[in-house]
């Protein structure tokens, strides 16, 4: 306790002076804003904020990029509550009981909650973040190159097993980032591959580019498809926000959710969609009153929102510790990092300390920077919903141009970002998810170079001599072939009744 005690004193102290406090109170409310916006999520916000961290210096860059993505989970929440709509895709199951609330006078007491739930939810996943990434992170330095390779095929396997309900696609999307990550020269032997004699490709597809290709211009294109130009009126928000004795109430459900959603943010790929409506299912089935849930629960607010913001700490001690992202939005972060030279997994903690508890810092001041902001800003953010769509999607269009061409100053990139919003545009499209592309351009490299390291060192055999390896592979086979049983057993049942 006292190194934990110590390693946060150290974090607070990067944060002295204005400009951190500055930083972290204008990306709660850009995230906020992100957040609240619908068709946006807290990995868009974040890729197109990361060309612009460029300038700052690599503490202050990941301060700023970490507020955005605990806030933006929160501002989904508003418009969830306010007009059923969710903002991201973990409110949406803020809006089953939210707006409910809303449609009886009680806007205001679903707002509340749900800032309530979303700030001791993100405070508790940043204390397990704290508790465990260290810990990890020096059991992780000892590894074998044998275990990283099972290490990353556990995430890209979970990953997959995790898209939309979608093994195949899912699968698909992740081999499709894999092949993308073999672009340019052989990382063991330098010979170039699939450049077609393009100078620009032998480094590879730049990373960023891509993300805010893949998740900013997708959505822009998306939108552009479908025709969705108008705007949202909001009407006033109503009601008083909920009392202590309401608060006190949901103390169990806030907890429980706080713990699931850490939990299930910690496996790479299910992310704060999955938490949220595993948390409210799961605070349904033990509630007094599960009759009141979807007419307006208040403890239904309360643990989507605990589990979403809770999940953040939960996926960000695999990125920091393992270098494995946890989310999309992490596989972000990964490419901000990158953008500053610093490789993240377990040497990131001796590399530079200063910025791992920086995080840890900047998490919990960020959170209780969104608590005063929602308190006393709740009807302002709201409002950024009315932003006519015909503006708000050329504006993201631009920055997204802007923010790749600045990383190198290379038409290339703006060229290859808006190949890369296409590709995301037909694969969303066709309802393959977009996170696993990402996931797989991201552990592409770990996964390969460990992979022939291993052999080199000990043969092929290694894999199965090496226990940590042949543990992880044996969890992740079982991860990877359980969704397809399932699917072959519910297809079979469904033969059986129709016959």
């Not at 990995?43 to 990361?50: D, I, N, P, Q």
């Not at 500053?340 to 001041?365: K, R």
């Not at 929602?374 to 932003?387: H, L, M, Q």
């Not at 894999?463 to 079982?478: D, R, S, Y």
Request: charged share 10%.
């Amino acid at each position: 306790m006292d190194q934990i005690a110590d390693n946060l004193i150290f974090g607070f102290s990067t944060l002295l002076g204005w400009q951190p406090i500055l930083i972290i109170i204008g990306g709660v409310i850009i995230g906020i804003m992100v957040g609240a916006m619908p068709g946006l999520s807290p990995s868009t916000g974040v890729a197109l904020l990361v060309p612009f961290s460029y300038t700052m210096s690599p503490a202050l860059a990941v301060i700023l990029l970490v507020s955005i993505y605990i806030s933006s989970n929160y501002g989904g929440s508003i418009t969830a509550v306010l007009i059923n709509t969710p903002g991201t895709p973990a409110a949406a199951a803020t809006a089953i009981d939210g707006y409910p609330m809303t449609l009886k006078g009680e806007a205001g007491k679903g707002l509340g909650m749900s800032l309530i739930a979303s700030t001791i939810g993100g405070i508790f996943g940043v204390i397990i973040l704290i508790v465990f990434a260290v810990p990890l992170a020096k059991l992780a330095i000892s590894f074998h190159p044998a275990d990283y390779f099972a290490l990353a095929i556990f995430g890209l396997t979970t990953v997959g097993s995790l898209g939309g309900g979608n093994v195949s696609k899912a699968m698909v999307a992740v081999l499709f980032g894999l092949i993308i990550n073999t672009v340019g020269l052989d990382p063991i032997s330098g010979v170039s591959r699939y450049s077609f004699g393009i100078d620009q490709l032998y480094d590879g597809f730049s990373l960023i580019p891509a993300l805010i290709g893949l998740f900013a211009l997708s959505v822009v294109f998306t939108a552009f498809e479908k025709g969705q130009f108008g705007s949202t009126t909001l009407d006033k928000v109503s009601g008083k926000f909920p009392n202590v004795l309401e608060c006190w109430k949901t103390k169990y459900t806030i907890v429980r959710s706080s713990v699931l959603g850490t939990i299930i943010g910690i496996f790479p790929g299910a992310g704060a969609t999955i938490a949220s409506f595993i948390s409210y299912n799961i605070a349904q089935r033990s509630s007094k009153e599960p009759e009141t849930f979807g007419k307006g629960a208040i403890d239904g607010v309360a643990a989507s929102e605990a589990a979403n913001s809770s999940s953040v700490g939960g996926a960000l001690i695999p990125l920091l510790a393992l270098g494995i992202p946890g989310s999309a939005t992490d596989a972000v972060l990964i490419g901000a990092l990158q953008l500053h030279d610093i490789t993240p997994g377990p040497l990131l903690f001796e590399s530079n300390p200063e910025i791992v508890y920086g995080i840890f810092a900047s998490l919990i001041i960020a959170n209780a920077v969104m608590l005063f902001l929602g308190i006393f800003g709740v009807r302002y953010f709201a409002k950024v919903v009315e932003v006519p769509a015909s503006v708000l999607y050329p504006m993201i269009l631009t920055i997204a141009l802007i923010g790749s061409f600045a990383v190198q100053n290379s038409f290339f990139d703006v060229g290859a970002c808006f190949a890369f919003g296409v590709i995301g545009w037909i694969f969303k499209r066709y309802d393959y998810p977009v996170a696993p592309i990402v996931l797989g351009i991201v552990l592409g490299s770990l996964l390969e170079e460990n992979f022939r390291r291993a052999v080199m060192m000990e043969g092929p055999t290694v894999f199965l001599t090496q226990p940590l390896a042949a543990t992880m592979l044996a969890i992740a086979g079982l991860l990877f072939l359980w969704p397809i049983y399932r699917s072959y057993r519910s297809k079979k049942a469904d033969q059986e009744i129709s016959s």
